[in-house]
């Protein structure tokens, strides 16, 4: 079996190829982004109510109730603009006119400037919910890390970093602005229209209350109809957006092979081709923004203009008063101010709620290996670990058969690459699910107990190091967080690299970069080997741990896991047969399966696969050969 293909998921007992969950790829319709609003909405709802502070619920109430008062305020100011015009013009007392200013301008402190966006209630509301806005920006971007290391091995094969990380920034950025713009400009314009309507019908006339309804309704059905039809546009330009961005960074984590082949000029002509594709999709984006614009100024210029006339016209024929007029036109500024910006917060939904899409597909994306309802806790004794009638395969017709086998303390699984060794130690710590068989320690079945019970008492060291951009200290002591600093140099000088990390300027403070890209190959793996042993688990699983060593280092650490090794079940994957001849049990993998098993010397006996490997790699071929490496 090949280990770079993905486990296929099955529909309706049919093998399908993986789909990556973040696929940029067109639907066949665009749907519309308010389809499972309910389910969206239903979703934000406990990110708003902050349970388990009652000093955050109160401030949520608090925020609402100040919004109540800005409605009402928002009333009352071209009211008192109104007496205040009228006061003038009928010559009214000084104290009455005066009294009448203070309250004007006092109301218009609370406001601010005309729509409330910057007045002291608004102020205050927004500094009020800044402690409630970062309670859901932690809350949102904790569920979503916790769930990305929920997810199995699988999904991470097929995922791309860049990707993710954009869907995961741009996704938690869009909730705390969904809950802005619904709960402190939407649903307040709403208010603002029908108290508004409701009043120019009660004070006016229903001419008035008319044209407001009628030149309300185009604004708001334009805005939807035509905000709906960009909607393909920016989703279109996110999707552009990410893969330009998930090129820039899959060639960046991969310099080097770009530096190998000179492939410089290739990748910024690759990475430019993206950004065309990405800035004419923004045209397109920014084009019909214009043209909404403009069809939102007709509407709301044509209603003004009607308005205004219909009010001088009452004026001039002594039904109303100046102050009336001036009442009109304030009221319908004041109206019209936060209702263009109507259109930009319902735009600013739709993108928010386009941007949640790749969000919302990471949340209900399920994990393939899960723990069973009724899982227990791993009960560890002797650590016998056994295969019984193993199957599984990434692809369909190819696979891994380990049948009936039960590895003593010391088992190596050797093979050509791609034969299936490394997948044995995948299953065995529930990287995947067997899809046949079971996999038992001591006794019991390990899909039956809990992954972080079995993970506790498995360790391993991967073929392929990948170190924390962290210190060396830190990356060794991942293997157990709470080890001292002494811990980590006893761990540290049992995988042979204590005294090299001592000959640097910074000793374990010494930072390895991303990826680990500062140290070399070899010294990677040993801190993989000093974090393994620092775990010190019950079952060590080691996947060509030495590798990518020299000879001598390669036997100092050998002969330190041999002691390491003593009393603990240890499979080891290899390639030079010359490190495991000491071994309990040697299994031979070819094309997936067990082709042969049995101790150094008897396989060498049966002349078959492990016997033709022993000579290509040109070791003697009699029963008395003794490495050098301790075992």
Known sequence: ICNRFLKPRKENNKISPT?????????????????????????????????????LQGQVLLCLGLLAVERVINV?????????????????????LAMTVCVYVLLKFLQGGGAGTSGFISNLRSFLWTWVQQYTSRVVQLRLFGHLHSLSLCWHLGRQTGDVLTSVDRGTASINNLLSYIMFS???????????????????????GLIVFICMLLYLTLTIIMTEWRTRYRRDMNALENNAKSKAVDSLLNFETVKYYNAERYEVNCFEEAILKYQGSEWKTNASLALLNQTQNLIIGSGLLAGSLLCAYMVTEGHFQVGDYVLFGTYIIQLYTPLNWFGTYYRLIQSAFIDMENMFALLTEEPEVKDDVSATELLLTAGKVEFENVCFSY????????????????????????????????????????????????????????????????????????????????NIRYGRVSASNQEVEEAALTADIHHKILSLPEGYETQVGER??????????????????????????????????????????????????????TIVVAHRLSTIVGSDQILVVQDGRIAERGRHEDLLAQGGFYSAMWLKQGQPYHKDYQPNLPH
């Open 19 to 55: 789909k990556d969950s973040l696929s940029t790829s067109k639907p066949s319709g665009i749907p519309s982004t308010w389809q499972g609003f309910g389910q969206k909405v239903g979703l934000l709802v406990p990110y708003l109510w902050p349970r388990g502070s009652l000093l």
């Open 76 to 96: 009352f100011v071209p009211i008192f603009s109104k007496n205040i015009v009228n006061d003038l013009s009928g010559g009214s007392s000084w104290k009455t």
């Open 186 to 208: 939407i649903l307040p314009t709403i208010a603002d229209i029908v108290i508004a309507i409701l009043y120019f019908v009660s004070y006016f006339s229903a001419w008035f």
């Open 395 to 474: 692809t369909e017709g190819e696979g891994v058969e380990v049948k009936g086998t039960s590895y003593p303390d010391q088992s190596d699984v050797v093979g050509m690459s791609g034969s299936g060794k490394s997948t044995i130690l995948r299953l065995l710590f529930r990287f995947f699910d067997v899809q046949g068989g079971c996999i038992r320690i001591d006794g019991q079945d390990i899909s039956k107990v809990k992954q972080t019970s079995l993970r506790s008492y498995v360790g391993v060291v991967p073929q392929d190091t990948v170190l924390f951009s962290d210190s060396i200290g830190n």
């Open 516 to 569: 680990g890209l500062k140290l070399s190959g070899g010294e990677k793996q040993r801190v993989a080997i000093a974090r393994t042993i620092l775990k010190d688990p019950h079952i060590l699983l080691l996947d060509e741990a030495t590798s990518a060593l020299d000879t001598q280092t390669e036997r100092n650490i050998q002969a330190s896991l041999s002691k390491v090794c003593a009393g603990r079940t």
